[in-house]
């Protein structure tokens, strides 16, 4: 099965221009921890977390109407592409610690992949679940060992 199989193609994202505050505005509206963030060219650049917001924006004390998303996102995004597996979505989710995966096409953004979304098909089921336990165990940094499940 394929990411695109399953992916959420309307994806709510913003761009590097809008205010800090839009952002939280959305997060909160759709009950939503991360919104992924394009280039006026639908390129993906970036995300803004909630997290990213508090630590970056408020912490700071910056104006979170008057301060761009560009300047407290985090630049470094984890991204798959539409044709790639789900084993391979939830291998890299596992290992980079993300419930949701943002899916590019030629660099723009053309959907979105969460955990949820794998564990609502039944084929996935298996690689959600795997997933979801490998971040789990991650909780605040500490990492167990694989084997720690079998305990």
């Known amino acids: 099965m394929l990411v695109s ?17 839009t952002a939280a505005k959305v997060l909160s509206r759709e009950c939503i921890g991360s919104l992924p963030v394009c280039h006026e060219d639908d390129t993906l650049c970036g995300v803004i977390t909630d997290r990213d917001i508090v630590t970056r924006c ?24 539409r044709n790639a597996s789900i084993k391979k979505a939830a291998a890299l989710m596992s290992s980079e610690q993300i419930r949701r995966l943002p899916v590019v096409e030629h660099d723009k953004l053309v959907g979105i992949l969460s955990l949820g979304d794998m564990a609502k098909n039944r084929d996935c ?21 694989k084997d720690y499940r079998e305990v």
């Open 5 to 21: 199989d399953i992916m959420n193609r309307n994806v709510i994202s913003a761009y590097t221009h809008d205010s800090v505050l």
């Open 58 to 81: 408020v912490a700071y004390d910056k104006d979170p109407g008057a301060t761009p998303i560009s300047e407290v996102m985090t630049r470094h995004v984890i991204s798959i592409g």
């Open 125 to 145: 089921e298996m690689e959600a679940a795997s997933a979801l336990t490998d971040i789990s165990l991650n909780i605040k940094g500490i990492n167990f060992p």
